[in-house]
């Protein structure tokens, strides 16, 4: 759909500054908003870069089983019979850990590959375990303490006070996080009986 729209958007964007004689106005916002987007890329490579070879680092150390006895309680109760899959629940904790970092780029992967594991262990392939669905909630809610990338993105256009949207990013991120794993354990116990 995406495919259809922006051709549509972008030629009536030319059209309409043709008719009305913006053509100047046109090509000064193209080369604008093209110097912006490659700033803001070379930003975000470098932050995804340093957090993502970090967690990388953490993951070949015992952090991670640090931190998978700190959340081994809340993971169990989220991600029932995980046990059984040390693989996925190391992927779980990585993820989430990136996700809590405010690294979306870098949870992306570690996601993917958790869902992988979770589908090893998914009886009926063709659906969603009920541990993928609450992995698949967890991603979306994306629960934020440091929102380097949100910051980064601040930061390269020259924000004054860049670290000013922490709170209500952990009042939005804790919200949705708690709503969409109540109503995640909710349905999925609906359906069990």
Do not use: H
């Amino acid at each position: 759909m995406l495919n259809i729209l922006w051709p549509i958007f972008v030629v009536l964007s030319i059209f309409f500054a043709v008719i009305s004689g913006n053509v100047e106005n046109l090509n000064r916002a193209i080369s604008t908003s093209t110097e912006g987007a490659v700033s803001l890329t070379l930003t975000l490579i470098g932050t995804t870069c340093l957090w993502s070879g970090i967690m990388e680092i953490a993951s070949n150390t015992k952090i991670v089983d640090y931190l998978a006895g700190v959340l081994k309680k809340i993971i169990k109760y989220l991600f029932p019979n995980i046990n059984k899959n040390e693989n996925a629940q190391k992927k779980i904790i990585m993820n989430v850990i990136a996700n809590i970092l405010g690294l979306g780029n870098a949870a992306t992967p570690l996601g993917l590959q958790a869902m992988e594991e979770l589908q090893k262990d998914n009886i009926e392939k063709d659906k969603l375990s009920n541990n993928m669905m609450m992995l698949i909630v967890l991603n979306t809610a994306s629960l934020q303490i440091i929102p380097t990338t949100v910051i980064a993105i601040r930061t390269s256009l020259n924000s004054e006070n860049p670290t000013k949207i922490i709170f209500p990013i952990w009042l939005s991120t804790i919200c949705a996080a708690i709503v969409g794993i109540i109503i995640t354990k909710l349905l999925i116990k609906a359906d069990n009986n």
